[in-house]
């Protein structure tokens, strides 16, 4: 398992070094922030406090970064675009860089209103990229025959079935534990930020999970991980990305068909099939509609059939062209 990010001492005096860890644990357990999202946003302080350190020439601390004006802020973003940074990455970073600059205020040890006007990168409106439903079906069949043993065969396909089946992010899967297993037709999800939401269950998804503990070697205890690894710890999201990547090389499917895919292809799958756009969002966890919305140029021709046999003035017009 990878080690937790941690701040580069060599990039931080003392006193920033102790705010920043003050941080890090307003993350985790004010912000609930996962431990993915921790890891990017300490890499991403690192990143500008390295920046710092020969831009102002010694080791930044608290003062330094009380001091910086927005032509430093700039700076540091032309030093990331001169190094090939995704626009993505930067603004990631940026985000980092704010939030710690709110934790200093709130903890009354520096308010710089310099960070609040620079500009984040515009990036472009990324549209989410599913999975036909022929594909989906032959991932989670084939999901089954890529593993070294049964019982790991029925806890792949149960994963990726839950994700596709339910919406899940893979976090969001993986963290269940096994008091959690679904045992009727509705369960409430922990999703970002600590937001609890409810979604429906397929039988198959309860099949396919209930099919994965039987076979389960492991002596799973109520508060321990529903799904588990070869040796009976909590299984990894690397452990299932490296699947779906097994997956597309076997099926012939794009680099975009990543665990992720599932989720964005039971949003679209349901969309097309005439589902409430704002319903969606909350089987999401969406906290803006908006972001729920990019669904809606995924699939225009499915979207257009359902309006055309859906909408009064459609069927009207259909048969005035009969």
Not at 16 to 42: F, P
Not at 189 to 205: D, E, F, N, S, Y
Not at 215 to 226: E, F, M, V
């Amino acid at each position: 398992m990878a080690r937790p990010a941690r701040l580069n001492q060599d990039h931080a005096s003392p006193g920033l070094a102790e705010a920043v860890a003050g941080w890090v644990r307003w993350l985790a357990e004010e912000r609930r922030a996962s431990v993915h999202t921790s890891d990017a946003y300490i890499r991403d302080l690192n990143g500008f406090l390295a920046f710092l350190a020969p831009h102002l020439g010694g080791t930044p601390g608290i003062e330094s970064l009380d001091g910086l004006t927005s032509r430093d802020f700039r700076a540091w973003l032309a030093h990331r675009a001169m190094g090939n940074a995704k626009k993505t990455s930067t603004a990631r970073a940026l985000s980092a860089v704010r939030s710690f600059y709110r934790h200093l205020a709130r903890a009354g040890l520096a308010e710089n209103a310099a960070i609040a006007g620079v500009r984040a990168p515009r990036l472009p409106r990324a549209v989410p990229r599913p999975l036909t439903e022929d594909e989906a079906a032959e991932t989670l069949e084939m999901s089954a025959r890529q593993a070294s043993a049964p019982w790991i065969g029925k806890r792949d396909a149960a994963v990726l079935t839950l994700l596709y089946g339910c919406g899940l992010r893979i976090d969001e899967a993986l963290r269940l534990n096994r008091a959690q297993a679904p045992r009727t037709e509705s369960m409430v999800i922990t999703g970002k930020g600590g937001k609890q939401r409810m979604i429906p269950v397929l039988a198959t998804v309860r099949a396919a999970i209930d099919d994965y503990l039987l076979a389960c070697p492991h002596d799973i205890a109520p508060n321990g991980p529903l799904f588990v690894g070869v040796r009976g710890g909590r299984l990894g999201a690397r452990r299932v990305q490296a699947l779906m990547q097994k997956l597309r090389a076997a099926l012939n499917l794009p680099e975009t068909a990543t665990p992720h895919a599932l989720r964005h292809s039971f949003a679209t799958h349901l969309l097309a099939g005439g589902g409430d756009l704002r319903v969606i969002q909350e089987l999401l966890g969406h906290a803006s509609l908006s972001t729920t919305q990019r669904y809606t140029g995924v699939d225009a021709d499915s979207l257009m059939a359902v309006y055309d046999a859906a909408h009064p003035r459609a069927n009207k017009s259909r048969r005035n062209r009969q």
